[in-house]
């Protein structure tokens, strides 16, 4: 009986559940499972290291750290953080969550 008790309460919560925003990738972009690794391989652009970028990134992709997010993909908007100016968003189909800056799913003014 306390298992049955468990299954409904765990099955209630994720029927209750709030429904993640649907967006759609503006741009190539990466995103990262942490901030701080999106953070840091971000700053290598802002220094004008793009030699760094790529190789940051591209060791992060392999890794499994961080992918690689198209313009057009569908994605869900699972965490906003619009003064930090960051999004966790979870391409269609995959579990993982992955930080990008608000500017990639940033609607575009008509």
């Known amino acids: 009986m306390r298992k049955l ?3 409904m309460m765990v099955f209630g919560s994720l029927t209750a559940a709030h429904a993640a925003e649907k967006e759609t990738i503006n741009y190539n972009a990466v995103g990262c499972k942490d ?19 790529t190789k940051f990134f591209t060791d992060k ?3 499994g750290d961080c992918t690689l997010l198209e313009e057009g993909q569908s994605v869900f ?3 906003l953080s619009l003064m930090a100016g960051f999004a966790c968003v979870r391409p269609r189909g995959e579990t ?3 930080e ?8 575009k003014p008509n």
Do not use: P
């Open 61 to 63: 992709v392999m890794a």
């Open 35 to 53: 901030r701080e690794t999106l953070q840091k391989g971000m700053g290598f652009m802002h220094d004008g290291d793009r030699e760094a970028y």
């Open 5 to 7: 008790t468990l299954a």
């Open 96 to 98: 993982d969550c992955y």
């Open 77 to 79: 908007v699972e965490d």
């Open 100 to 107: 990008v800056e608000f500017e990639a799913i940033q609607k």
